[in-house]
Nanobody, 127 residues
């Protein structure tokens, strides 16, 4: 089992920044690719960013490229999502997720592939 706990959400004005953290505990964290997803009211949960368990490979959905950065700190068993130039449409509950990886370069954007999820953290961007 892997337990994930997100933090760092909050209320910010458009153009501002937030850094989300996802602390993992349980099984060996380094064997998991990690992803960030978000869910706005009335919408499905959507992919935002992913990082391989090596940390070398990352991938972003188009509308956050250049604004969001995913990273991981293995020593702290933590994954981060740095969010800059936030827009009101970024308002959502943000979730981190873990997917067991058989390769150091593996990551996925597919929601159903992820094995473990955190409880989510609310991000609200005011205009």
């Amino acid at each position: 089992q892997v337990q994930l706990v997100e933090s760092g959400g909050g209320l910010v004005q458009a153009g501002g920044s937030l850094r989300l953290s996802c602390a993992a505990s349980g099984r060996t964290f380094s064997n998991y690719a990690m992803g960030w997803f978000r869910q706005a009211p009335g919408k499905e949960r959507e992919f935002v960013a992913a990082i391989s368990w090596s940390g070398v490979r990352t991938f972003y959905v188009d509308y956050v490229k250049g604004r969001f950065t995913i990273s991981r700190e293995k020593a702290k068993n933590t994954v981060y999502l740095q969010m800059n130039s936030l827009k009101p449409e970024d308002t959502a509950v943000y979730y981190c997720a873990a997917d067991y990886a058989y390769s150091s370069a593996y990551y996925t954007t597919a929601r159903d592939e992820y094995d473990y999820w955190g409880q989510g953290t609310q991000v609200t961007v005011s205009s």
